[in-house]
């Protein structure tokens, strides 16, 4: 018996229900044991604007970021207990930025084989007004990428 080289496999995840159903389909339709699982979850900070004539308030700041890690704890929290859940061996690491750009960067550091990501479904006009993930993934990619429609 031959051994296969290990293939990296990003799972594009923010913690919604519809990245916790990619993650399942991932399981059960794709995993393999050679694949080296890397969940990407793109934190998102809401940004701080402050009046440049008054002092900007510290501890409002301070509260704010505080808010915003808890928040991304918890889809770490969320994804990591997914991935326990089917059985899939793996890490978790965070990138900053814009969701797509920030995907397919850590998907070239890592020369990732494919990308599974989840989608809402939106339709045309709100992905146009949204914006989309997983559309920008399939319009940017250099590898594969494969999209998990959550059933209505």
Excluded: W
Excluded at 7 to 19: A, E, F, Q, T
């Amino acid at each position: 018996m031959e051994d296969r080289k290990i293939s990296v496999v990003i799972l594009s995840v923010d913690g919604s229900d519809v990245s916790l159903f990619a993650i399942k389909k991932y399981s059960e339709e794709l995993m393999e044991s050679n694949h080296h699982v890397v969940a990407v979850l793109v934190g998102e900070r809401t940004d701080v604007a402050f009046n440049a004539i008054g002092p900007l308030d510290k501890s409002l700041v301070k509260a704010l970021i505080e808010a915003e890690e808890q928040k991304i704890s918890e889809k770490i929290s969320r994804v990591k207990t997914c991935m326990d859940e089917c059985k899939i061996k793996g890490e978790i690491v965070r990138a900053f930025g814009e969701p797509g750009p920030a995907i397919l960067d850590k998907a070239k550091e890592l020369k990732a084989s494919f990308i599974v990501t989840g989608s809402r479904g939106l339709g045309k006009l709100r992905k146009t007004l949204l914006g989309s993930v997983s559309s920008y993934l399939l319009h940017h990619a250099h590898i594969p990428i494969v999209v998990c429609k959550m059933p209505s």
